[in-house]
């Protein structure tokens, strides 16, 4: 064996391709454990490794084109993701904020950037504009900490990321502004084609990917070709970023922009898109970041020194100075304040092609024949110092604010009694009607439920044991799709005397709340269908019943008209049921407009102002005429229909015609008809109430902190 290796497989710096993967691996598996156990971000694990394998370490790995290339995948990932989580809800309802803050992240380091370089270094003003950009840009290097404490959705993470794009592109058309007057082609040729080329590049990426990608996910299920189709529009964005004259990673975020309601938060596809990204391209990029740092340049001089230490005043000083000024002004706590200057002291990627390109301008020479660079070698120098320490602060300064705002939700959710535990029962008996019941249960399933999913397929006692293998193949499936999304759904075979009396036992021996059943898109509303519905599901009163419908995938629709009946808030479980369509809405990023009287769109309206979603109201009460709002509806809209047992105050003799309605007009839309339980709950009545009669939106909070968990 050992005769296999020859010595130039063991030559500095390695060149055989498996070896190089495997030390690479290697420290993407131990960094997090080794510095998991000291309290060390294992982001700057990663820089630090690459520091001392890299070329101006050890020299073990080269920085060569496949872990520049890998690398680069992992910072456009880095941005993807941040486009793709965001909130897009908070984040229009905070995009004033984002402004407010990417205006102060820019002109703070700015401002202070061209007084040092100008009245320190005496820089001229051209070089002092170029060099102060440096510290305006930032790159979310730390964004992957926030993303595994769970507090993407925080609103100072949102508005950190809003406003990292809007001072990014800032930096990056002071960079296009010096360089075109250092060439001396600004002009009106050169604003116009600047202008021009912005415009219709994000007018491709925010409206022509999203009309490709929900065309792509409707034709193509296959779950590996939808993967390599998001990479795709990652790339895609990127060069059409760099055609239209801005850096790749704004093309990137807006790509994740693009695709942020057509990939559900809870869907197999983000759990793949993630889990990629954090395991491979992004460790790769951090290692490759680690790479450029050589210690050796600054023992070279003291000029060295000085631009070093200088750069890292201003670029950290400046960033915190902004921080503060965001949390003061929009009155965050000292937590998000932190989180804010956590995510944006990192300086590397914007940082370091600002640097390349003023140091490889030349704007003459001197008397002995060396060439003079718009930014000389002690600037391209003391970046990289920058980048080490403003990662390793980012990362520290991340973890710890991170950790403090995920303690807090935790505290307020532990504060709050939990009105019910979640049980989910998915009745399955047809193949075609798994994958689309499974994507719905995902996205309606509190955030908290991760295992308490039921399949269930029952036998007739009668039965063959070809009907134990058709069992167990629906079951499999909805068991391989809940893992795909790191969902636990536990398969249950019941054999009994018909279907009605299994599901009805299921539901009492485990406590079961909410029961899905999935319409056949062949078949619609059969008679047999709407017989075991009125005589068998509906006589259950311990939990929710939910009727889905789908001719397309869940993550395909845009937008959902939800219709009330009278009196459905004074329903004692209507606000659970509630809770499920409000969970769609937030983990799809659908649109959803309600239908209801005044009083119900009142109180919904009173729970939107806490509890956020992209949502509009239309007074309705015209049940006779239904199809009104159905002539409405578009492609890719979907309808959800809140029905009533007979016994409830907010039945509907018009309901008896639904099946008939949905048969006709919407066999070819989704459509989820929702029947709340109308089982006795006093304290959920009290509740109903309380919201009702509430002015005021810190006691409406505290009610719907204990029902949207």
């Not at 990426?205 to 996910?217: E, K, S, T, Y």
Request: hydrophobic share 50%; aromatic share 10%; with cysteine.
């Amino acid at each position: 064996m050992i005769t296999l290796l020859s010595v130039s497989h063991l030559a500095l710096p390695l060149e055989d391709p498996i070896l190089k993967f495997l030390v690479v691996l290697i420290i993407i598996l131990s960094a997090p454990l080794l510095l998991n156990k000291i309290k060390v971000p294992h982001l700057l694990g990663l820089i630090i490794a690459g520091a001392v394998v890299g070329p101006n370490g050890f020299n073990i790995l080269s920085r060569d084109s496949s872990i520049v290339v890998t690398g680069t995948t992992g910072l456009l990932y880095i941005m993807f993701l941040a486009g793709l989580e965001i909130d897009l809800a908070e984040f229009k309802k905070n995009k004033w904020k984002s402004m407010g803050f990417g205006a102060y992240t820019f002109f703070i380091p700015f401002t202070i950037g061209i007084a040092a370089a100008h009245f320190i270094l005496d820089f001229n003003w051209l070089t002092s504009f170029l060099f102060a950009s440096i510290f305006s840009s930032h790159t979310l290097i730390s964004y992957p900490l926030v993303s595994k404490l769970g507090v993407v959705k925080n609103r100072a993470v949102n508005v950190t990321v809003g406003g990292t794009v809007i001072t990014d592109i800032a930096t990056l058309l002071v960079l296009a502004i010096v360089v075109g007057m250092t060439t001396g082609e600004v002009n009106a040729a050169f604003w116009t084609k600047l202008s021009v080329g912005i415009i219709l590049f994000a007018a491709i990426v925010l409206f022509g990917f999203p009309i490709i990608a929900r065309w792509f996910f409707k034709k193509v299920n296959d779950k590996i070709s939808q993967y390599i189709f998001v990479l795709v529009m990652i790339y895609l964005a990127a060069l059409l970023a760099e055609v239209a004259g801005i850096e790749a990673i704004i093309g990137a975020f807006l790509a994740g922009l693009a695709l942020n309601k057509l990939i559900p938060h809870t869907s197999s596809l983000m759990n793949r898109v993630e889990f990629v990204g954090n395991a491979i391209f992004i460790p790769f990029f951090l290692i490759s970041v680690g790479m450029l740092i050589d210690f050796n340049v600054f023992f070279k001089d003291f000029e060295t020194i000085k631009v070093a230490f200088l750069m890292i005043v201003i670029s950290i000083g400046g960033k915190y100075l902004a921080s503060l000024a965001t949390q003061k002004s929009f009155s965050y706590t000292k937590a998000e304040g932190g989180i804010i200057f956590g995510l944006s002291s990192a300086s590397a990627a914007a940082t370091l092609a600002t640097v390349t390109v003023g140091y490889n301008i030349i704007i003459g020479e001197t008397a002995t024949g060396e060439p003079l660079r718009l930014l000389d070698e002690s600037v391209l120098n003391g970046s990289i110092l920058l980048i080490l320490i403003s990662c390793t602060i980012s990362s520290f300064v991340t973890q710890k604010n991170g950790e403090k705002l995920q303690k807090a939700d935790n505290e307020s959710t532990i504060s709050e009694s939990n009105p019910e535990e979640e049980n989910i029962l998915l009745a399955v008996n047809h193949l075609n009607t798994i994958e689309p019941m499974t994507s719905l249960a995902l996205l309606l399933k509190s955030k908290k439920t991760s295992e308490n999913l039921f399949a269930l397929n029952i036998i007739n006692e009668e039965k063959n044991e070809s009907s134990k293998k058709h069992a167990d193949k629906l079951l499999d499936t909805m068991v391989n799709m809940g893992a795909a999304a790191d969902i636990k759904v536990t398969p249950l075979i019941r054999y009994d005397a018909d279907i009605i009396t299994g599901i009805a036992n299921v539901i009492k021996e485990y406590s079961i709340t909410d029961l899905m059943v999935g319409i056949d898109q062949e078949k619609g509303f059969s008679p047999s269908f709407i017989y075991n519905l009125r005589t068998g599901y509906l006589k259950n009163n311990m939990a929710n019943i939910f009727v889905y419908h789908a001719v397309q995938p869940v993550s395909t629709v845009q937008r959902y008209f939800v219709i009330l009946p009278e009196n459905a808030s004074q329903e004692p479980r209507f606000f659970q049921t509630l809770l499920k369509v409000w969970n769609i809405a937030r983990n799809s990023g659908s649109k959803i407009e309600f239908y209801g009287n005044e009083t119900t769109i009142a109180t919904i309206e009173k729970i939107k102002k806490k509890v956020n979603i992209d949502a509009a109201f239309i007074i309705f009460n015209d049940w006779d005429n239904l199809t009104k709002v159905f002539d409405k509806m578009k492609d890719n809209d979907a309808l959800i229909l809140f029905m009533a047992h007979e016994s409830m105050v907010s039945y509907l003799p018009q309901m008896r015609q639904v099946p008939n309605y949905l048969n006709q007009y919407l066999r070819e839309r989704n459509f989820l008809l929702v029947f709340p339980s109308y089982q006795n709950e006093d304290d959920y009545r009290k509740d109903v109430r309380n919201i009702a009669n509430a002015n005021d939106f810190v006691e409406i909070g505290k009610i719907i902190g204990k029902l949207f968990k």
